[in-house]
C-alpha cells in the first residue's frame, strides 16, 4: 500500500502511546491509546521510494505465474520461475527498504501522530 499526503486514513489497530504523569515527578497516572478506527488525513509522508524497473517486473511476472502458471507448457512455466528468480534479490531489498516508511497524520480528533509506521493505517 502506498500512502500520499492528503488521502484519508483509518487507524487499523489500537496505538499505546505512552504513560500519563502527573502530581509528584514520575507519577504514573495512566495510559494513553489511540483506538483502532480514528481517522485522519496524511500529512507527510517520508522514506518512500519508488518502484524500480526490476521491482516492477517482478510483480508483474510474480502476478502472471500466479494467475497462469499453472496452465502454461512446462518449458514456459520453468523459464518464468527462472526470470523470477533471477529478480527475487531486487525485490526483497525493495521491500526491506519499503518497510521504513513513515508518515504523519492529523487525526480528527486533533491529534498529530508523526513517524508512524505506513502498516497501522489503512486507507478510505
Same mark, same amino acid.
Given at each position: 500500500?502506498? %500512502?500520499e !499526503?492528503?488521502?484519508r =486514513? *483509518?487507524?487499523?489497530?489500537? $496505538?499505546?502511546?505512552?504513560?500519563?504523569v502527573? &502530581?509528584?515527578?514520575?507519577?504514573?497516572?495512566?495510559?494513553l491509546?489511540l483506538?483502532a478506527?480514528?481517522?485522519g488525513?496524511v500529512?507527510?509522508?517520508?522514506?518512500? %521510494?519508488p !518502484?524500480?524497473?526490476? =521491482? *516492477?517486473?517482478?510483480?508483474? $511476472?510474480k502476478?502472471?505465474?500466479?494467475?497462469? &502458471?499453472?496452465?502454461?507448457?512446462v518449458a514456459?512455466?520453468?523459464?518464468l520461475?527462472?526470470?523470477?528468480?533471477?529478480?527475487?534479490?531486487?525485490w526483497?531489498a525493495?521491500r526491506?527498504?519499503?518497510n521504513? =516508511?513513515?508518515?504523519r497524520?492529523r $487525526?480528527d480528533?486533533?491529534?498529530?501522530l508523526? &513517524?508512524?509506521?505506513?502498516?497501522?493505517?489503512?486507507?478510505?
Amino acid at each position: 500500500m502506498t %500512502l500520499e !499526503e492528503g488521502r484519508r =486514513v *483509518r487507524l487499523a489497530e489500537d $496505538l499505546g502511546i505512552g504513560e500519563a504523569v502527573a &502530581g509528584e515527578p514520575g507519577a504514573v497516572v495512566g495510559f494513553l491509546s489511540l483506538g483502532a478506527g480514528i481517522e485522519g488525513t496524511v500529512e507527510r509522508v517520508e522514506g518512500e %521510494l519508488p !518502484e524500480s524497473h526490476e =521491482v *516492477r517486473e517482478y510483480q508483474r $511476472l510474480k502476478a502472471l505465474f500466479e494467475d497462469y &502458471g499453472h496452465t502454461m507448457p512446462v518449458a514456459s512455466r520453468e523459464r518464468l520461475e527462472a526470470e523470477i528468480a533471477v529478480l527475487e534479490p531486487q525485490w526483497a531489498a525493495h521491500r526491506e527498504r519499503g518497510n521504513r =516508511v513513515t508518515v504523519r497524520v492529523r $487525526l480528527d480528533n486533533g491529534l498529530v501522530l508523526d &513517524g508512524a509506521h505506513q502498516d497501522i493505517l489503512t486507507p478510505l
